[in-house]
């Protein structure tokens, strides 16, 4: 039986769209196809007695048409620091085998290009996230009429990931598992999500 867990933090993520991106609205994304990053900080966490504060995840997204359909490429990134204990927790939970929101985005996933331990760092305050040698983006937000960033609440995640403020990418760069993928000026969210299971 597994253990009860929870995972509060913050998500970075950008894609592929446009800024607005349609996904959160259960549309087609902006070029027919999404090549979407999640990157997850875990502010306070554990899995049964295993503490998973501060460690992070990252998960690279390659859908062919629309996010909801399925059929993804997939590639999940967790964080090097964490000890044995800690590595079998993070795999349980973010390959979705424990159940919550985790298990929603992993039944979306139609191929695993492969798992990786990696130097994953996430500065949610400057919305800045970086794998060295593998993946880089920064997000700016677009702001609304009172100068403060647009928001979206109640879309499809949530209430798992939180009302999100939006966004674009200033440059994204990913290189891979044999793919390369360059975007610039490009939707972005962040906001804070809170998983539990099973």
């Given at each position: 039986m597994a253990a009860k867990w929870k995972l509060t933090g913050d998500l970075v993520d950008t894609c592929s769209c446009d800024p607005g991106c349609p996904c959160l609205f259960y549309s087609d994304p902006t070029l027919g196809h999404c090549d979407t990053f999640f990157a997850f900080h875990t502010r306070k966490g554990n899995y049964g007695n295993v503490k998973l504060d501060g460690l992070n995840a990252l998960m690279v997204g390659m859908t062919p048409g629309n996010f909801w359909k399925g059929n993804w490429k997939a590639a999940l990134y967790l964080d090097e620091r964490a000890d044995a204990k800690q590595r079998e927790a993070l795999e349980k939970i973010f390959t979705g085998k424990v159940g919550g929101a985790p298990k929603v985005m992993a039944g979306l996933i139609g191929t695993i290009l492969g798992m990786k331990y990696a130097?994953?760092?996430?500065?949610?305050?400057?919305?800045?996230?970086?794998?060295?040698?593998?993946?880089?983006?920064?997000?700016?937000?677009?702001?609304?009429?009172?100068?403060?960033?647009?928001?979206?609440?109640?879309?499809?995640?949530?209430?798992?990931?939180?009302?999100?403020?939006?966004?674009?990418?200033?440059?994204?760069?990913?290189?891979?598992?044999?793919?390369?993928?360059?975007?610039?000026?490009?939707?972005?969210?962040?906001?804070?999500?809170?998983?539990?299971?099973?």
């Open positions: 130097k994953i760092e996430i500065d949610a305050r400057k919305r800045h996230v970086r794998i060295p040698g593998v993946l880089e983006y920064h997000l700016e937000p677009n702001l609304g009429g009172d100068k403060k960033p647009i928001t979206l609440s109640h879309h499809p995640l949530y209430p798992d990931i939180g009302t999100v403020s939006y966004g674009k990418g200033v440059k994204t760069h990913y290189s891979d598992f044999g793919t390369t993928l360059d975007y610039a000026g490009k939707d972005g969210i962040w906001g804070p999500f809170n998983f539990h299971g099973p």
